[in-house]
């Protein structure tokens, strides 16, 4: 998830993930339409597009990226449509161009480095950055309103379960404490609370000490998880047979997902999986880009 060029100014490009693997897996060159649910800013669909002559069709909830995935694209005008929607919403958007079923479908579920590096967007767990974390920036639901609203049970479930964090208990605690005294507003604010719930040996180790509350967060405020497995399958249904569905994952909730809905399709004789093990970045791309280390892929051929 490296840019070209290394900053994030009009011409820097988001640079996905896995690229030749997941044409491997998804292009095969007799392809007519092929569905991107999370297009980003258009890194994999560009080489698709490149490497196919099928129509695409992109979907992302993010009117940022999309601007930025248009201009990506613009030399495939016509052979591409690209609109604001959830990946929940894919049967709609394909009905609504009268295109029934693909010939492939890519999740990429991995946060654009855009996104974190923006810090009006409120990813990031450095300096001032608001508590915001909205994909979909006219969402009513920011970070901020969950550690507000949120009753301590709640927050202990949404760290431990999305963040998988081991201190959940006591950085919901602190939370709840806290807000009685003032609003948390602030990336700063949170992660003072988080440097007090954690013991200092635990934060000399795995990273920054924010990181697994800040993905938990994140998850919550966009519903990341909530019907992942129901999207997933649905791409199933939406796609023809001898066509592809493959899932680009970044952390294991989302793996184990989509592991369990291909083994469900498998099982019901829909799908053949093509890799009994999720395929991960060689090792050249993990020097070159770090943050890919985290991905796996898993693809599954309709039958």
């Not at 949404?158 to 919901?172: F, P, T, V």
Request: aromatic residues 6%.
């Amino acid at each position: 998830m490296s840019l070209v060029g290394g900053e994030l100014g009009e011409g820097a490009l988001h640079v996905p993930v896995m690229v030749e693997e997941v044409l491997a897996k998804l292009v095969r060159g007799t392809e007519s339409a092929i569905l991107d649910c999370t297009v980003g800013e258009g890194g994999h669909a560009l080489r698709i597009l490149e490497r196919s002559k099928c129509f695409l069709v992109g979907i992302d909830k993010d009117e940022q990226l999309l601007e930025v995935a248009r201009k990506r694209l613009v030399r495939y005008v016509g052979r591409f449509f690209l609109t604001k929607a959830d990946f929940r919403e894919a049967r709609s958007v394909l009905a609504l161009i009268g295109i029934p079923r693909v010939d492939g479908v890519l999740f990429d579920l991995g946060v654009s480095l855009r996104q974190l590096a923006d810090p009006s967007r409120g990813f990031t767990y450095w300096g001032d950055a608001p508590l915001d974390m909205r994909m979909d920036r006219t969402g009513s639901l920011t970070a901020a309103d969950l550690l507000e609203t949120c009753t301590e049970e709640e927050l202990e479930r949404i760290l431990r379960e999305y963040g998988e964090e081991k201190y959940a208990r006591s950085i919901a605690r602190l939370i709840v404490a806290e807000r009685e005294r003032r609003p948390l507003r602030t990336a700063r604010d949170l992660v003072e609370l988080i440097y007090q719930a954690i013991p200092a040996r635990a934060r000399r180790t795995g990273g920054h000490p924010a990181r697994r509350t800040f993905q938990a967060l994140r998850i919550a405020v966009n519903r990341e998880l909530e019907g992942l497995d129901r999207a997933i399958e649905m791409a199933f249904y939406l796609t023809k047979p001898g066509g592809r569905v493959v899932v680009l994952s970044y952390h294991s909730l989302e793996d184990r997902v989509a592991k369990s809905v291909f083994r469900r399709m498998e099982a019901a004789g829909i799908a053949s999986i093509l890799e009994r093990k999720p395929l991960t970045p060689t090792r050249a791309e993990r020097e070159r880009n770090p943050r890919s280390r985290s991905a796996k892929l898993r693809a599954a051929a309709l039958i």
